[in-house]
């Protein structure tokens, strides 16, 4: 099931570059992981990336911070607030209100590539990634989770195999990861979890590559994304160590 799974990521993953949280541009209106962001990749052409988080009522909306304040007028946690009271939170500096998973799906209706990150809080919840399959299970159209979480990715491989899974991931160095413990920080920094997250894809930190595992994987047939890419030069970089890219600021 694996072999085959990877064999199919490589088909969509690597056929489109992929617009992060959607083509935005805000000073056009059009802002991050929006239903206008998603139709400006769609009318592109583009494969689409998009995060993932769980409502207090176990929906899951497309929205990237764990908190409010930085896209909305509200404030708090997104965990605190259930799926319509999301949905009723209008995004700043644009004409769009936060979506479901359910409808962006209803929106992209299988046109191009959906790459969808699975935000973590590192807690070893498994409702989002339970809530995405859900969700997903129907849906005819290319697509894929991944998340920079290993047990995310491990529960999306015990849920549903068939599912084409990716890690999101970098040299996990950064202060970030210092909350995390010592164990956890260790599998980040050495890939050992591959065992049991058997990834079909890695999306790498374009600026950290070569990297001895991520090379190991490409080498084995696992197709590398790399992001984020913000001009053609960084892309022209990006392509000599991954397969595609992830992409914003510019037409890729």
Same mark, same amino acid.
């Given at each position: 099931?694996?072999?085959?799974?990877?064999?199919?990521? !490589?088909?969509?993953?690597?056929?489109?570059?992929? !617009?992060?949280?959607?083509?935005?541009?805000?000073?056009?209106?059009?802002?991050?992981?929006?239903?206008?962001?998603?139709? /400006?990749?769609?009318?592109?052409?583009? =494969?689409?990336?998009?995060?993932?988080?769980?409502?207090?009522?176990?929906?899951?909306?497309?929205?990237?911070?764990?908190?409010?304040?930085?896209?909305?007028?509200?404030?708090?946690?997104?965990? +605190?607030?259930?799926?319509?009271?999301?949905?009723?939170?209008?995004?700043?500096?644009?004409?769009?209100?936060?979506?479901?998973?359910?409808?962006?799906?209803?929106?992209? =209706?299988?046109?191009?590539?959906?790459?969808?990150?699975?935000?973590?809080?590192?807690?070893?919840?498994?409702?989002?990634?339970?809530?995405?399959?859900?969700?997903?299970?129907?849906?005819?159209?290319?697509? /894929?989770?991944?998340?920079?979480?290993?047990? *995310?990715?491990?529960?999306?491989?015990?849920?549903?195999?068939?599912?084409?899974?990716?890690?999101?991931?970098?040299? !996990?160095?950064?202060?970030?990861? +210092?909350?995390?413990?010592? /164990?956890?920080?260790?599998?980040?920094?050495?890939?050992?979890?591959?065992?049991?997250?058997?990834?079909?894809?890695?999306?790498?930190?374009?600026?950290?590559?070569?990297? *001895?595992?991520?090379?190991?994987?490409? /080498?084995?047939?696992?197709?590398?994304?790399?992001?984020?890419?913000?001009?053609?030069?960084?892309?022209?970089?990006?392509?000599?160590?991954?397969?595609?890219?992830?992409?914003?600021?510019?037409?890729?």
């Amino acid at each position: 099931m694996d072999r085959l799974a990877a064999g199919r990521a !490589a088909d969509f993953i690597l056929a489109r570059p992929i !617009a992060h949280r959607g083509l935005h541009d805000i000073a056009k209106g059009i802002v991050e992981n929006t239903s206008s962001a998603f139709q /400006a990749a769609l009318d592109h052409g583009y =494969a689409i990336e998009c995060d993932l988080q769980i409502t207090k009522d176990g929906e899951a909306v497309v929205f990237h911070d764990e908190t409010l304040e930085r896209l909305t007028q509200a404030a708090g946690r997104v965990k +605190d607030l259930t799926a319509a009271e999301m949905k009723q939170l209008a995004i700043r500096h644009s004409q769009d209100h936060v979506q479901t998973l359910a409808e962006l799906l209803e929106q992209v =209706a299988g046109r191009v590539p959906l790459i969808i990150e699975l935000k973590s809080h590192w807690d070893g919840e498994e409702r989002l990634a339970a809530r995405a399959l859900e969700v997903l299970k129907d849906y005819p159209g290319p697509h /894929a989770l991944m998340s920079f979480d290993p047990d *995310a990715v491990a529960a999306v491989r015990r849920l549903s195999p068939q599912t084409i899974r990716g890690i999101v991931a970098e040299r !996990a160095f950064d202060s970030y990861y +210092d909350a995390l413990p010592l /164990a956890k920080q260790i599998e980040l920094r050495t890939f050992s979890h591959v065992e049991r997250t058997r990834p079909d894809f890695v999306s790498f930190y374009f600026d950290e590559l070569p990297w *001895a595992p991520v090379s190991a994987l490409r /080498a084995s047939g696992k197709p590398v994304i790399t992001w984020t890419i913000r001009s053609p030069q960084q892309a022209w970089r990006a392509r000599r160590h991954s397969d595609q890219i992830t992409f914003e600021g510019f037409l890729a």
